[in-house]
């Protein structure tokens, strides 16, 4: 182009707000980024009410539990809610309510039926004697596995609303609700109780919280849900929803255990304190990426539809926003928690979390290239090219995984944030360059500068 790219990013931006069919757009990413804040601002009360009111021992019980659990719910959901997301989108724009009603069903069937197999195989492995667990964390851990179909069906029905574009009450029950209830319910309870609570405790409160947020869900569902899907006769597409959900599967599942290995590996070869020291330091740096995960609920249908529709003009325009959005916010967000990050540990989780901070600063710049690489990830997927992100993410794991393994035992819970830091870029790096190349979007920050990779 023979613009300047300050001309041509403010051109880009004039366009986008000009245009009557961007409203729903930013409309909805407005409306996503408030939810996605009250979000991370809960996650986090939730985060600090935990390790002030179960200490650091009990903390780290529950956070090495729950990271089990989000790892065993991964078949659970067998990658639905993409594919509710991708399909409802073409679905509806279609007037194909035969199919929409067939793919709930089906959905939810396979929700159901694969939580009630992990369960049941879970707990003959413990009460088996197969898995050697203390009984603090054994009875949490079946708390834990009460959460896996709340949480599965929970995540369906969200995905559901969101594909017909009702992204606010996609949204606010797993969002806000359940954390809000969860909140609400550790701080009761320990003022009733008047001393620390236990991992058990925890882990009760959040199954609580998350049927609670799971029946107002339900019920938007119900009210919003097309008249005409009601009223259709279902039409099953088993191979073609099963060829694609799978990709997704994988994807959705290796991404949650490069993201929660590191504190599986570090309850092992470790002490439940580290663990509960390096989950707040990954909980802090998370909130570098919160406009990114904001973004992206939104961002699916319109990735679909646009590439369906061959508008690679569109789909730059929606990429190049967001990217910039997201990486002013993080740079921000970055610059506090690095200046003040000890003081801001210390005061707010306590001292005895204090020593996670070096693992904080090295989380935070694994936030820092996953946002100012844009939602490659989520445009591959929409896109038809979720086999190639499936690979590329199968060989971050695995490097993630070796990575710990070498370094938790000699650097501790530093060497699990390296081993972060190091997969994080291989697979942001090499699937921005991949997406240029196929698709002819850069989704990057050097986007705005209409830079070609």
Request: with cysteine.
């Amino acid at each position: 182009m023979s613009q300047s790219s300050s001309s041509y990013y403010l051109t880009l931006l004039k366009t986008k707000f000009r245009e009557k069919k961007s409203k729903p757009f930013f409309k909805g990413g407005l409306g996503s980024l408030v939810i996605k804040f009250g979000n991370t601002f809960l996650q986090f009360g939730v985060g600090v009410a935990l390790a002030r009111t179960l200490g650091i021992e009990a903390f780290g019980i529950y956070t090495f539990v729950y990271a089990i659990i989000k790892i065993l719910a991964i078949p659970t959901e067998l990658g639905l809610p993409n594919l509710l997301i991708r399909f409802i989108a073409q679905y509806h724009s279609n007037k194909k309510w035969g199919e929409i009603k067939g793919l709930l069903k089906f959905t939810n069937g396979v929700v159901l039926v694969i939580s009630v197999l992990i369960i049941s195989i879970s707990m003959g492995l413990v009460y088996g004697d197969v898995i050697d667990l203390s009984i603090e964390r054994r009875v949490t851990f079946i708390w834990g596995l009460a959460l896996l179909p709340v949480i599965a069906l929970g995540n369906i029905r969200g995905a559901t609303l969101r594909g017909f574009k009702y992204f606010i009450v996609g949204l606010v029950p797993e969002s806000i609700l359940r954390h809000l209830f969860f909140l609400i319910l550790l701080l009761l309870f320990s003022q009733i109780k008047g001393a620390k609570l236990s991992s058990v405790d925890g882990m009760f409160y959040h199954f609580i919280a998350a049927f609670l947020s799971y029946s107002f869900g339900a019920y938007w569902l119900f009210k919003y849900l097309p008249k005409q899907v009601r009223k259709s006769k279902s039409i099953i597409e088993t191979k073609t929803w099963l060829s694609v959900a799978l990709p997704f599967l994988v994807i959705g599942g290796l991404q949650i255990v490069m993201g929660r290995i590191d504190i599986v590996l570090i309850g092992i070869i470790s002490n439940s304190k580290n663990v509960g020291m390096y989950e707040v330091a990954l909980k802090a740096a998370t909130l570098v990426s919160f406009s990114l995960s904001a973004l992206n609920f939104i961002l699916g249908p319109y990735f679909s539809k646009y590439f369906s529709e061959n508008n690679k003009v569109r789909l730059q325009k929606i990429a190049t926003v967001s990217v910039l959005f997201n990486t002013i916010i993080a740079a921000m967000i970055s610059l506090v928690m690095i200046l003040f990050g000890k003081g801001l540990l210390s005061f707010i989780f306590g001292a005895e979390f204090l020593g996670g901070y070096y693992s904080l600063v090295i989380l935070i710049v694994a936030q820092l290239i996953s946002v100012t690489s844009g939602s490659v990830a989520l445009l591959l997927n929409m896109s038809g090219h979720e086999k190639k992100v499936l690979y590329v993410m199968a060989f971050s794991m695995t490097i993630n995984v070796i990575l710990n393994l070498i370094f938790i035992p000699k650097f501790g819970i530093e060497g699990a944030a390296f081993a972060t830091l190091a997969s994080t870029a291989v697979w942001n790096i090499y699937l921005s360059l991949y997406c240029f190349k196929k698709i002819d979007v850069n989704t990057s920050i050097l986007s705005i500068f209409n830079i070609k990779l």
